[in-house]
């Protein structure tokens, strides 16, 4: 398993590399083209910052069988995994333009069910949300050790 730090790490140290317009989500090359996307490999070692976060985790044979497309919602933007099925397994954005991932999505059968959020923009998460069949739980981590201390709202 990828810790926070790694993973957030793994963006940085990546970004000075071929990968990085994937990975820090500056996805227009400088064509103007939007960039290629991470090979699935990569994109699916990614894992949840707090435990027992139930996602779909495909298995090795079918990794080959998975796809990666570059996404843009307004001025942000990212890639979202796709299984062999086509159903969203992953989803990596940088809701801001300033070219930093600052959420991190994991999916059930195609239904987003928990996401990392970078609210501060330091290359930390620091809400943590679970969504759909998830439940519905939203913690905070006013600290940044990666231990939630707060609950903003949970479902019953």
């Known amino acids: 398993m990828i810790s926070v730090r790694e993973r957030n790490f793994a963006f940085i140290r990546l970004s000075g590399c071929c990968l990085s317009t994937m990975l ?26 707090q435990p027992d976060v139930d996602y779909d985790i495909p298995d090795q044979k079918s990794i080959p069988q998975c796809k990666v497309n570059v996404i843009r919602e307004g001025k942000g933007s990212g890639w979202v995994v796709l299984g ?8 990596f954005m940088d ?9 991190w999505g994991y999916f059930k059968n195609g239904l987003e069910v928990y996401r990392d959020i970078d609210t501060n923009k330091n ?21 940044e050790d990666g231990k939630i201390d707060a609950w903003k709202s949970l479902s019953a």
């Open 24 to 49: 820090c989500l500056a996805v227009m090359g400088s064509d103007g083209q939007a960039a290629d996307p991470p090979p699935p490999e990569l994109a699916l070692k990614f894992k949840p910052s």
């Open 84 to 91: 062999p099925n086509g159903l969203a397994l992953r989803r």
């Open 95 to 103: 809701s801001n333009g300033d070219n930093i991932v600052d959420q």
């Open 123 to 143: 290359n930390k998460p620091d809400n943590f949300r679970w969504l759909n069949l998830g439940g519905s739980r939203w913690g905070v981590d006013v600290n």
